[in-house]
């Protein structure tokens, strides 16, 4: 905090001042008649040069605030969610049935063998989806952008609660045979049906209510998906647009659509550094 000289002088300083002053000449009379050198005189004189300094220069600044410590720089920065849910949380639920561990099991595989490359939903973003499911009761999810399937799985421990099922998008043929794999292995096929090819001409195929619409695909296509799409989503369900943070640059057209839709309400959510645009279809 910086405080001006003129600030500090009143009204403290100044009947301060006037009793050095009176003291110093006082002194100055004794030192004139028996030139004492004392400490006590030095110690007085001293300050009442200080003063007259300090007095003479007002309009200078000075910045009475303490000393940052470099070493305690980092405790004024607040932690970021994701690095909270990573100190408190697992990485994945804690399996609630012998299903749900088959499901996590094969998760927890994904994540540490698969990740690579595939540009997945972190476990923090996969929580809030699956509250998402859970808390909508939701019957019909969309997913554009399956890659090896790691987000279809969450989905999929929350459709087991709400009896829904998920529909998701892949145009990659190595993706879709790793993501039905997977699948396979946890358990869910039952839950999911992959559709391949470009999902730009087969959501046309698609019929409503859409409860839930995940964005993972290219961004570049997320205006032509929202268009095509939000017709289907029902009152109240959600689109949710993944890497709303980390690829902020690339969604512009998207955040002006929504935004400028006053059917919609968004809520921009940093679960983990990627981040979430979870827009809400209001009528």
């Not at 002088?9 to 009793?19: E, N, V, Y």
């Not at 920065?77 to 399996?95: C, G, I, M, N, Q």
């Not at 929350?158 to 529909?167: D, F, M, Y």
């Amino acid at each position: 905090m910086k405080y001006s000289r003129m600030t500090k002088i009143s009204p403290i300083w100044i009947p301060l001042f006037f009793f050095i002053t009176t003291f110093a000449i006082s002194s100055n009379h004794l030192k004139a008649q028996s030139n004492p050198v004392t400490i006590p005189n030095i110690i007085w004189f001293e300050t009442y040069d200080l003063m007259s300094r300090f007095i003479s220069n007002q309009d200078q600044d000075f910045d009475f605030s303490p000393n940052p410590d470099p070493l305690s720089s980092k405790s004024t920065d607040f932690p970021t969610a994701e690095e909270v849910s990573r100190k408190w949380l697992s990485r994945h639920p804690y399996p609630r049935d012998t299903v749900e561990k088959r499901i996590i099991g094969v998760m927890d595989d994904m994540q540490d063998n698969q990740a690579q490359g595939m540009g997945n939903v972190l476990p923090e973003d996969g929580r809030l989806m699956r509250m998402f499911t859970e808390l909508l009761g939701a019957k019909h999810v969309v997913e554009l952008g399956t890659a090896n399937g790691y987000s279809s799985m969450w989905f999929c421990l929350a459709l087991r609660e709400t009896g829904g099922k998920l529909i998701t998008h892949e145009i990659d043929p190595e993706r879709i045979e790793m993501a039905m794999e997977n699948f396979r292995r946890a358990g869910v096929e039952h839950l999911v049906t992959l559709i391949e090819g470009d999902a730009h001409e087969n959501i046309k195929k698609l019929n409503g209510p859409i409860d839930i619409l995940l964005l993972d695909a290219e961004k570049g296509g997320f205006c032509d998906y929202l268009e095509k799409l939000l017709p289907l989503v029902r009152k109240g369900g959600l689109i949710i647009a993944h890497d709303s943070s980390g690829e902020a640059h690339l969604m512009d057209d998207y955040f002006k659509a929504i935004t400028e839709n006053r059917d919609l309400e968004t809520v921009f959510v940093d679960a983990s550094r990627w981040g979430m645009c979870i827009t809400r279809k209001m009528r």
